[in-house]
């Protein structure tokens, strides 16, 4: 049995990452405006709008826009990216006189001498940014319950404490989200990757606790830096990888951050990829300053649990019963239980570290995990569900039709958003 609790240390971390380690991750001159880019994005503008801009030189920002409603973003945006286009195929034309008040504007942004051609490249180039700032000032109240363990972790492996800034990047410190991708949790496992350091299956995916992930996360980090030999190459290979960063260095011959990012050509680094290392930079400076940015602020305090590793198999109904708490607190503790473990389809596995808010208990996690009856206590595993690999063609309805289920149901069983990997099918 073990106590998981911690006190988070603002002032403390703040001071740690302003001044400890700073040659870890340099901020090259040359990638400032790229810094700058993120930070506005981070700090100045929000979902409801966003920037347009130049996706090579993040210094040149055509425009700060404000949606006029939420259902006319897109159609908006793309207006205005087509207005700016325009703006710039006649400027490459060489219309120098009788400019517009915008046309002037545009111009100067590219500095005297600018050329034609510049100008017509610059046209392929615009791009639509959506701002961040009201999702990263959320991010950083809720980053409070969890920013102790990171820490500690980081500490525990002797790693750079700026890193625990890192989930402001991939999930605004949302531990249940899910991207487009398939990525989940805090820090945005993909379920291959998640699988070398944690158990991703169709009863327990740990990418979506945030406490194991970070563990994870962390080695991750480090086996980056071992394979890169440098933090912003390690940094950037949490999202390119590290053989891909190690194949950059290499066709470049340099581990310059600044080079690789103007200079690299690969099918696979493209924006996310090419941003990666100066929006951890940026998110860096938010975070540790987030006070001159947002105000005070109230951040979320970390959860007292008791944990113990549950010596038998066990349905979740059995163990609520038992530690005298609801199904909420329980799956709200231990998100890395997949919807069967809730539905009583699957166990909640034998050796799974159990987590109780300790506010919830009336008596010792352990007391109460021995008073489950003998009969409700089993060696292995449900057999009850089945699982299915996903094969080319197929879609969520028709893996439910062919198995009797609804759509809703089927997506409900895996907690699945938009991804299909391996479903797990369970009635």
């Known amino acids: 049995m073990k106590r998981i609790v911690s006190i988070v240390i603002l002032g403390l971390f703040a001071a740690s990452v302003a001044g400890a ?5 340099p901020q090259p001159k040359a990638l400032e405006p790229d810094v700058r880019f993120w930070k506005r994005i981070y700090s100045e503008v929000g979902t409801d709008g966003g920037l347009i801009h130049d996706t090579h030189e993040l210094g040149v920002v055509y425009e700060v826009v404000k949606f006029p409603s939420r259902h006319a973003a897109d159609r908006h945006t793309e207006a205005r990216k087509r207005y700016y286009q325009g703006i710039l195929r006649s400027l490459a034309a060489g219309k120098r006189t009788g400019l517009s008040r915008d046309e002037k504007r545009v111009l100067a942004l590219f500095g005297s001498g600018v050329t034609n051609a510049k100008l017509r490249l610059a046209s392929e180039r615009i791009r639509f940014q959506l701002g961040q700032a009201d999702k990263f000032r959320a991010g950083i109240i809720r980053s409070g319950a969890y920013m102790d363990h990171i820490l500690d972790t980081l500490r525990g492996l002797n790693l750079p404490l700026e890193i625990a800034n890192l989930p402001h990047v991939e999930s605004s410190f949302t531990p249940s989200i899910y991207s487009r991708t398939g990525a989940a949790g805090l820090w945005q496992f993909m379920p ?3 699988r070398r350091f944690m158990r991703v299956d169709h009863v327990v995916d740990e990418r979506l606790d945030p406490y194991r992930a970070s563990i994870a996360a962390a080695r991750l980090l480090e086996q980056n830096y071992r394979v890169t030999g440098s933090w912003p190459l ?10 891909g960063m190690r194949r950059a260095a290499k066709q470049l011959g340099t ?30 400076q938010v975070a540790t300053n987030h006070e001159e940015h947002f105000g005070k602020l109230t951040l979320e305090r970390p959860i007292d649990f008791e944990s113990v590793a549950l010596p038998y198999f ?17 799956q709200k503790a231990n998100p890395a239980l997949r919807p069967g473990v809730w539905t009583n389809a699957n166990f909640v596995p034998k050796g799974y570290n159990l987590r109780v808010p300790r506010a919830a208990l009336d008596r010792p996690i352990s007391e109460a995990l021995a008073a489950v009856p003998t009969n409700s206590r089993y060696a292995s595993q449900s057999t009850s569900g089945k699982s299915y690999v996903v094969r080319r063609g197929d879609t969520l309805s028709k893996i439910a039709q062919r ?5 809703q149901r089927l997506a409900s069983l ?12 369970s009635e």
């Open 414 to 425: 895996n907690g699945i958003r938009r991804y299909l990997s391996l479903i797990h099918i």
């Open 192 to 194: 291959a990757t998640g």
């Open 234 to 243: 390690a940094i950037t290979a949490y999202n390119h990888g590290a053989s």
């Open 403 to 407: 198995n009797g289920l609804s759509t």
């Open 255 to 284: 581990k310059d951050i600044a080079r690789i990012v103007r200079e690299y050509r690969s099918p696979t680094f493209g924006f996310a990829s090419r941003n990666f290392y100066v929006e951890f930079l940026a998110a860096t």
């Open 314 to 330: 066990a349905r979740s109904r059995d163990l609520t019963k038992a530690l005298g708490v609801d199904v909420a607190t329980l």
């Open 21 to 25: 380690a700073r040659g870890d991750f």
